[in-house]
Structures are given as structure tokens and as C-alpha cells.
């Protein structure tokens, strides 16, 4: 819970006016317990031995009594109620009262902003951020496996806006290469104007299997693609024409995709918008005396230690065209020169460990200091992702699938309310099962993918997250939020409120408007605990939109 810096500050403040200290030795030295859901615990721990490491207190002294003096001192303040001093740690719990009250206070100012709002964050630098992710192929539809990217990008975009960064969203798409060659040339034989219209995707994704077959057998087809290619690098009108109707149309496409997810981006790009910096790199790479040149005839540079080339990475084939990390560096020195980022994010699937361990290599080898901000997220994939009609190739198809899964489920319940869009609110579920479910386990481990353990309505699910807070609401629409009228804190002393205040998020929140009801309650009790169930709300709906997900407000 992010009011327990107000806490920290507070007792760390009289501590340093009351021993002569500096505060900050005293917050290192002060930390959150975690809650436990069976038993009561303390809020916060002193180390004492912390203070002694760090030269706060003489390490000549006796621990205990140095423990003890601690502990009155603790004692003697007005946020502290309860003391727990063992040797070498004091175990304390703050004012009951005060933490209903600060804590709430918190929540209601925060009800109608997005973010983090706490003094825990006003010493951290706000700077500017590039995130790349999602990333798909053009002229292609939506290939299922670009989720996990989109949804993780996504959260740590929207987590680095929360946290009052500048955040700028990169779509860096796949738009260049020989298979454009080849899609150009297939088009040409096989492609229709008036298909490409009704459908744009489905038919360039049937061009590309049908070339892909004939070429198989037909050499001229090969040669054709390499044409096709050679005219678009060398910008002839035609060839760039028709691979620019290609990519406007897939983004068109990808943005309805991306609507639906609830994703934006604030620049589409892609490899072709580097092609010319590429060569600009190369030209670079040589005057610092970084590229070396092959038996082969391909440009390479050496990364080992040792200076050996027992490690090393391409950067130039034997024509003189560029590699995929050649673009590379050109996007991230472009990136640097045009936003000035204090740190870039990319996020792609952990088979491009390498790659990017090599970029950022190559550019600390440039002379680019900056490259150690650049950071690589790495994630597994998704194994055995599939629909009733078999194997999933289009993410449509799945969120089309978890859209029809979750109405039939909501037909089904008792308890489903009568709503005017069920559709939406089906999609809407349905999207955060998929969310939840892509975080639940190790980021960079593989998972199984299962469609009715996805859709659970009890448990760790994203269904269940919808569904506390839809409850939330419900109750809130009912009777009120607890704003009018006098509030008492002491109202709200019971281990069930303090244990709600303490977790917040944790799902004691979900089986909380049971224990502690509104209906039938005395006007004074049923205010103070819809204040609470009011602010665990706004906690619940900003942290759902963090991780990507639209709150729906009943189900």
C-alpha cells in the first residue's frame, strides 16, 4: 500500500529531530511488513542493525539497550500504537485511526485521476521513456503470437505514464525484407484490386501462401521476388506504390485489432523508415574501425573480449545490403537524437536475447553511453492456443473466441445482471481473463494455454477481478460512496476494515461486503464502511488499468 511511505516519513522525521540524524538514514532503516491473511502483523520494522551498519548509532554500545532506548523513543509518538522490540529489530503497528483516516483521505482525492500519487515517488526522476513492443509483420493479419508483447508493453507503458514519466509507444513493424519482394511479385500474378478491397488482409495472406507454393517448383518466381525487391530499394514508383497501399492498409486493419485490446500507440514504425541511417551506420561502424569484413564478403563486428572473433554479429551481407540489426541501430540512434529518451524498453519474446545483447554492444561500442539505459524484456510463449476450430493463427480469432466463451458464461449465471450491451461487457471480460492469465506466471517462462482455467470465476482470474469490481459498484450505486455526510474513522477499527486498508488490492476485498454489510447497519457504520468499499474501488479500477484493463461496472 503506497500510503505506508506517509507513515515512514513521519516516524523517520521524529526519530532524526529526536537523535540529531539525517531522515533518509532513518527511512533506509524502515520497512512495510507484508500483510498476512491468517493473523494479525506488525506494519513496519526498524533494523536496528542498519542504523549501526550506516554509522546512525555508536557500534560500541550494548544492542539490546540501544534496541530499548529505540523503542521508547517510538513509543512517544502519536502514529505509533503498538511495540514489538526483540534484539536488534523493533516490530511496530501504526495508529489504527490515523491509517483509516490518511489512507482514505488518499483514496478520495485520488478517485478521479489515474496513477500514483504518493511521496514515495517525488524524488524519482520523471523522464522520457520509448517502449517498442507488440511489433507485428505487415501485410499479414494479426498473428495471435504478437499477444503477449502487446499485453505486457502495454502494462509497462501504462506503468511508467502512471508513474509521471513521458512515455512514447512505438509500433515497430516488420516492413521490409525479402518476403515483400515476394508478396510484390505474388500479388502481381495472383493478387485482385477488388478482393484486396473487401478484405485486404485474408487476401495478401492468401497471396503469400500461394506464391510461397508455386516458388517451391518455379525458379522465375524467385527471381521475380528478388526484382520485385531490388525496385523497392531502389524507391522505383510502382514497386513502392503498391507496398505502401500494403502497409496503410495492414495498420488500418491492426488499429481495429488494437481498439479492441485497448491499446494505442504514438508512432508506428518500421525497419523501412531506417533503410538509409543503416547505411549511414555502416559508414560509421568503419570510420571507428568496428567493421571487419569476412572471407565471405559479409560485414561483421567482432564482440569478443579477446578481439579473436570468436563472438561477433553481421551487420552487412555480401551485396552490401542490411540485416535486421543494422535497422536496428539506425531506429535506436534516430530514437535518441529525435526524443533525447532517459530509457528505452523493448519488449519481444526471449528468443531475441541475443540480439538485443548484441545491439546494445554494438552501440556502447559507438561510443553510444546511452545504450546501457536500453533494456530488452524477455517473455515466454504461449503453447497450444487454439479455438473450436483448431489451431489459432489470428488474434482476432481469439478475442472473438473469449468474447463468445464469456457470453455463453454470463447466460449461464444466476447472477449475471440485465445489461443493456452484453456483448461489450462479455469482450470486456473477457480481454482481462487474457491479461491475467499472461501474468500469473514466471514472465520468462512458457505456458499452456487453457481456455476454461482462463475464464474461471473464482481465483486468481481476470473474471474474478471484473466481477469484485462490478460488485464494488453495484454496492457504491446503491447506497452512495460515503462522501456526504461526517465520517468516523473509529468506525472502521475492526480487523476485517484495517485488514481491507492493509491489502487493498488482495482479494479479501471480494468477500468483504459480506462481512461487513451496508444493508441494516446504523447510518454512521454503513457510511464509514461504504467510504471504505468506495476507496478499495478506486485502488481496484486504477490498478486494473495499469495492468490493460477496461473495469466493467457490472456483470
Known sequence: MHMACYFRRSIASKLSRALGRSEDAFISALCAI????????????????????????????????????????????????????????????????LLVQKVLEQLCQERHTFGVKSELFDGLKKGTTVVEFSSPNIAKKFHAGHLRSTIIGNFIANLKESLGNNVIRVNYLGDWGMQFGLLGAGFQLFGCQEKLKKNPLQHLFDVYVQVNKEAENNEVIGQAAREFFRQLEQQEHQALLLWKQFREITVEEYQQVYKRLGVHFDIYSGESFHQQQAQEVVQQL???????????????????????????????????????????????????????????????????????????????????????????????????????????????????EARARMLRNMSQSKTTKEMVYPEDTAEKVGISALIVQDFKGPLGSDYKFDWDRILQAQGDTGVFLQYTHARLCSLIHRYGDGDEGAFDPSLLLDQRSISILQHLLRHLAASAHRELPVKGSPQAVAQARLRLFSGVCTVLANGMKILGITPVDKM
Open 286 to 400: 568503419q570510420r571507428r574501425g568496428l567493421l571487419k569484413t569476412t572471407e565471405k564478403g559479409t560485414g561483421v563486428v567482432d564482440l569478443s573480449s579477446a578481439g579473436d572473433m570468436s563472438s561477433y554479429s553481421t551487420v552487412l551481407r555480401s551485396d552490401g545490403t542490411s540485416l535486421y540489426i543494422t535497422r536496428d541501430l539506425a531506429a535506436a540512434i534516430d530514437r535518441k537524437e529525435r526524443y533525447n529518451f532517459d530509457e528505452m524498453i523493448y519488449v519481444t519474446d526471449k528468443s531475441q536475447g541475443i540480439h538485443f545483447q548484441q545491439l546494445f554492444q554494438i552501440l556502447l561500442a559507438m561510443g553510444h553511453s546511452w545504450a546501457e539505459r536500453c533494456q530488452h524484456v524477455p517473455f515466454g510463449l504461449v503453447q497450444g492456443m487454439k479455438t473450436r476450430l483448431g489451431e489459432v493463427v489470428f488474434l482476432e480469432d481469439v478475442l472473438d
Open 34 to 97: 507484508p500483510v498476512s491473511k491468517k493473523q494479525q502483523s506488525p506494519d513496519f520494522r526498524l533494523s536496528v542493525n542498519t542504523l549501526l551498519r550506516n554509522g546512525i548509532l555508536p557500534t560500541n554500545g550494548d544492542l539490546q539497550a540501544q534496541t530499548e532506548a529505540l523503542a521508547s523513543q517510538l513509543k512517544q509518538d502519536s502514529v505509533v500504537e503498538e511495540i514489538f522490540a526483540g534484539r536488534g529489530v523493533i516490530h511496530f503497528r501504526v495508529s489504527r485511526n
